[in-house]
């Protein structure tokens, strides 16, 4: 069992697969945090959430990485239409990445500055959240295409037919 994970773990399209929830559902999830934590103006706790923030902007970099070395693989799984959809997918994460990098980039910000300067912690982290929101609207426009390839979805689908038709 553990060979097997370990064989998975080097599995280019199983990584991207793993990695692929953290700039959407963990960044959602951070960013909830972080606004509650604005809202109690707690600074321990906008520290914590601005750490899972960044993180989560972060994780796009190897998320992109192994989603490209993976795309040869996962093209071959597709139909037309699904490849078409894959490098859709791929252009996209190409094009936007670059609001996740600015998220980290302020969120880093956020996490440093106020030691020196107090007074910009409340703009750099409301600079911080609306780079956050602008951010998941780019992941769910990135991850639309992919969904749309039909690769994930399709065995599972395949498998009902068949126990259906038994």
């Given at each position: 069992m553990?060979a097997?994970?370990l064989r ?10 793993l990695?692929?929830?953290?700039p ?10 972080l606004v ?26 190897p ?6 070395r ?8 597709a139909d ?13 994460a190409e094009k ?10 302020v ?37 639309s295409?992919?969904?749309?390839s039909g690769?994930a979805?399709s ?12």
């Amino acid at each position: 069992m553990l060979a097997r994970l370990l064989r998975d773990l080097q599995q280019p399209e199983y990584l991207h697969t793993l990695l692929n929830p953290l700039p959407i559902y963990g960044l959602g999830i951070a960013l909830l945090g972080l606004v509650i934590a604005t809202l109690i103006r707690s600074r321990p706790a906008q520290m914590t959430a601005l750490v899972l923030v960044l993180i989560c902007a972060a994780s796009i970099w190897p998320t992109m990485h192994y989603g490209e070395r993976a795309a040869d693989r996962m093209a071959v799984l597709a139909d037309e239409d699904g490849r078409a959809w894959l490098a859709a997918h791929g252009e996209r994460a190409e094009k936007l990445a670059y609001v996740y990098y600015a998220l980290a980039i302020v969120t880093a910000a956020a996490l440093l500055v106020p030691r020196k300067w107090p007074k910009f912690a409340l703009p750099l982290t409301i600079l911080t959240i609306a780079l956050a929101l602008g951010s998941l609207g780019a992941g769910a426009y990135i991850g639309s295409a992919g969904g749309k390839s039909g690769i994930a979805s399709s065995a599972p689908f395949r498998r009902r037919k068949r126990i259906r038709a038994d």
